[in-house]
């Protein structure tokens, strides 16, 4: 009898891949991202056009690879970030599976040019729908450029699935902001269809970096945040009462360099204003929070947005009071006011 059991080559397995790791636009550019960081960039330039759909370009002046280095890059599982599932829980890089670019050039015309310090020469490798279509020697400045053209024109199911070019925009937008926020040192570039809509000083100052993402007038509104115990450490900023969203746009959580998303971060940030918050009114809050890395798990979700805590209650304890300390001061206390 024949069998009905097949291995997936490879090609396929990184399209169904490609619906886990990237579901839009703004999820490719923060996978580039994320690796211009680990690559030691001090300037990450992105660049779209229609909100990320038709074009999508990504410059860093990290340390590049080299021709065999960006050959190996582009093949699924190939990382040069971790080399056994130990090395998870001592993580320094954002990436860690080897999977985004692979699954991203599956979906998309992808090309790739790369310089390392001490080389003369640009390697280009170009790929169409996962096939390398070209590798050659370029012009190219020392660090890396991926552009990503025509996202999903290979799998018409999830293309159908984008929201307008205005909307994809505005979600790349919303995760650059947490990106630059949560690397001050880096500068920033964001230009959506020729306008430049975002820039950071990249100083290393978290609070020039805030002021020059929501302007002179909100960062004079600001209120510090200083926690310290067991191991818990929170700083940051949060806004004072009468500044608010009428969503938790404005709120970025980092735990040990990571951008995620916790509902119980937000939770706890609501039962310390309690009161002094509208209903559906949210403030600012941006925490920096490190707690020892052995109490957290990165390896919990496709988009490493969520991460597991040894003890969440502490985490939750730990946030409540350093934003009621930090908004319990008496000058800081101001009359509610709704939602901008
Ligand atoms: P991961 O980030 O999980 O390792 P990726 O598929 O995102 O997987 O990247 C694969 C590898 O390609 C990385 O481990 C890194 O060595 C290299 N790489 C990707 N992007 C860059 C970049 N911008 N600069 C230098 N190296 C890069
Ligand atoms: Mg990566």
Redesign the pocket.
Known sequence: MSSLIHVLDEQTINKIAAGEVVERPASVIK??V???I??G?TKIEVEVMAGGTSFMR?T?N????SKE?AQ???LRH?????YQVSDLSSLV??????????TIASVSKFSLT?RLVNDEFATLVEIQGGTITDTREAGGNI??T?KVEDLFYNTPARKKFLKTPNSEGSHINDILIKLAISNPNILFKFINNNKLVLTTPGNGNLFDTLQSIYGVKVGNELLDVHFQDEGIGISGYLSKPAILRSSRQWQTYIVNGRVISSRSIAKAIDNAYHSMLPKNGFPLAVLTINVPQHTIDVNVHPQKTEMKFADEGRIFKAVYKAVLDAIKMPENLETVASPV
């Open positions: 996978e580039l994320e690796n211009a680990d690559a960039a990504v860093d990290g340390h590049g690879m280095d190996l890059a582009v190939a990382t040069s970030k971790l890089t954002l990436g860690f599976r080897g999977e985004a670019l692979a790369t660090g890396t991926i």
